[in-house]
Each structure stands twice: as C-alpha cells, then as structure tokens.
C-alpha cells in the first residue's frame, strides 16, 4: 500500500481528502504545517507528498526546498496543492522542486491521475 503524506492546513481539506483516498486504498499521513511535514517526511518515508502551498510558519514552498535539498527526501514527488490557479504559482512551485501542481477546490479524479502517473514512474535519483 502507498503512503501519502498529506501536509493541509484546513481542517476540513485534510478530512476529506483523507478520507477520499483512504477509500481508494492509500495509507494516509496528515501534518498540519509545514515544519511538522518535513519531520513527517522523514519518519514515515511516504512514497508521495500532497503539499499545500499557503501554510503556517514554513509555508509550502519552503517546505519543498528542504525536502528537496535533503538526501533522505529528495526522491519523494511532490505535488504541490494551492487555491492560487496562475501559470506564475504553477512556476513558482515547479521550481522549487515539486514534481507535478494541482489547484483548489481539488478535482479528485484528475488528482488521483496525477498520483498514479509519480508513483508508476518509480524512485527518483
């Protein structure tokens, strides 16, 4: 079973999209902020992480950053999740190391897409 380690704010965004992939057999670890998802990341080794982009503290970019210059983290795809729907956002997460981009409110088949094709592509180096 893959597991994703989900790093949400919003209450009611962590919830439901918990719950929605849980449904479709994913394992599923949540963080709250940004700080907490990389010491997640770290422990639980997800095989993907959902970032959301505007957090408290370390906000998601940031987060990515780090994740992305540690060895132990850097191979896990990210996808970054934000409300902001700019071409500019989309840049902005990709270059800072997420590996794919998706927009608010989250379109659950076209995430889950988006999933499947970063976990079919196997490790990264």
């Known amino acids: 079973m893959n597991k994703i380690l989900l790093i949400e704010d919003n209450e009611l965004n962590r919830d ?13 670890v949540t963080a709250v902020d940004g ?37 132990q983290t850097r191979h896990i795809p990210i996808v970054a999740l934000t409300a902001h729907t700019m071409a500019s956002d989309r840049d902005k997460a990709l270059a ?11 379109e659950l088949p076209r995430l889950l897409g988006k999933i499947e094709s970063l976990l079919n592509q196997g490790p990264r180096a």
Do not use: N
């Open 16 to 28: 439901m999209l918990s719950r929605r992939l849980r449904k479709r057999g994913y394992e599923v």
């Open 35 to 71: 700080e907490t998802g990389i010491v997640m990341a770290q422990a639980e080794a997800p095989a993907l992480i959902l970032m959301d982009v505007t957090l408290p503290g370390i906000d998601g970019l940031e987060a990515t950053r780090r994740l992305k210059a540690a060895p």
């Open 96 to 106: 800072v190391g997420c590996d794919d981009f998706d927009t608010k409110p989250i």
